[in-house]
């Protein structure tokens, strides 16, 4: 007979739940937008509330999708979108603010005046981490400022943070557990990341009372329990999206990394149990932990990945569906010389140019549309050549395959291209979701559903290999002509 597991992706448009079985197969799939507000430029925000409540319209909707006993669901993981913060009453459990989100920028006068004061040194040094609104701590730090009376109620234990997945299992459990794990608190910019705990010069730094701090588990471990669902179930699993992934993907091994290709790309890179300083600008995060195996990873993302091909579509209007690129850029017999670099909201890792603008080069009489068709799709994979390539000279190490998931990557020609860019085998699972199955396998290990990780390993489908088809040498010449187009963009 078989045993299930109930895994929540919370993330930031949608609220996804999943039944997934012991052979890693999902069973039902049950998905809900929730809507993000911006109060003001720059600003993103969500209700917390909302998000509680999709959450538990999803997990009882997927498993009535799924046609099973609820008693045969063992256990519960959670993975979600990091850094998001909210903060609540500890007596009514009610947020006292809306969610603020990865993306919110309304902590750039915070950020700037830590730098100001000179905290980037230690920041870097204890968190990995570049002081940027993206992270949690001066969202904590704007929420105490911004209601009534909120640094007093906070240092008098009346406030309580956490990032979704702590909110999440407080509301599963009805308020009677506080907790978060180690990946999720490693991009608040509190946590150290050697000792994997809270630290009062940061919490200093930020002014955020101890009080209020979710305490930090294992990715991999009971919490607790929740009875909502008509059975009683151990919530085992909480682990931030993209380290999620990275477990979905089997990445066990120091060396091994997956990259999501979806509106962004992130790329994350097992860096074993030794955290690695960038010297190129990627962040250093942890990866897991599972009773004493700490894994640590160096993470790097693209900021328009998916996002150029949905530029393609509704801005240039040269494309009806996202799916058509693959096909187009197969009947072209090169790109002709055409790069195109989306640098729309400026460039990421390794270059850091937040003024940079996109650009087009190579044109000539003989341009058409579609090679700046095939030119868009090579530019994700140029972009992610350029992670890689940072990673390594980080690292010293060099890569045996990339996995691959997120919406883009089903793209057979961008798969193709990235292959022959790195060199590399590209390896795409039968499964993409790779982001509900990290949680669902984490869930699974610490509640006996599976014995090991090479238990999981068996249960690895590809369904398809991506081998080089072009040569070193005109590799080379393809790259440089991609660091040239950057470089001029970046001079433009
Ligand atoms: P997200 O989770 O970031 O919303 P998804 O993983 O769902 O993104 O991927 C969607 C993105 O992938 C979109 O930006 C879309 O333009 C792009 N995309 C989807 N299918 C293809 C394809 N076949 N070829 C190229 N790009 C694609």
Redesign the pocket.
Known sequence: MSKYILAIDQ?T?SSRAMIIDDNLKIISISQQEVANTFPKPGWVQMSASEIWTSVQYVCLNAIEKAKIDVKDIKTIGITNQRETTIVWDKKTGLPVYDALVWQSRQTNELCEKAVRAGYTDVIKRKTGLPIDPYFSSSKIRWILDNIENGQKRAENGELLFGTVDSWLVYKLTNGSVHITDVTNASRTMLMNLDTLKWDQELLDIWNVPNCMLPEIKDSSEIYGYTHIFGTKLPIAACVGDQQSALFGQMCFEKGQCKN?????CFLLFNTGNKRVESKNGLVTTVGWKIKDEIVYALEGSVFV??????WL?DGLKVIE???E??RIAYELESSDGVYVVPAFTGLGAPYWDQNAKGAIFGLTRGTTTNHIIRAT?ES?AYQTYDLIEAMQQDTDLTIAALQV????C??NY?MQFQSDLLQTKIVRPEN?ETTALGAAMLAGLATGIFVDKNDLIDKYKVEQKFEPYLNSMQVQKLIYGWKKAIKATMEF
């Open positions: 993330g448009t999501t290709y979806g509106t962004g990945a998916g996002a150029a091909i949905q579509r569906k996202a799916s690129t693959e799709l994700l998931d997120g919406g883009a089903r793209n961008l993409f």
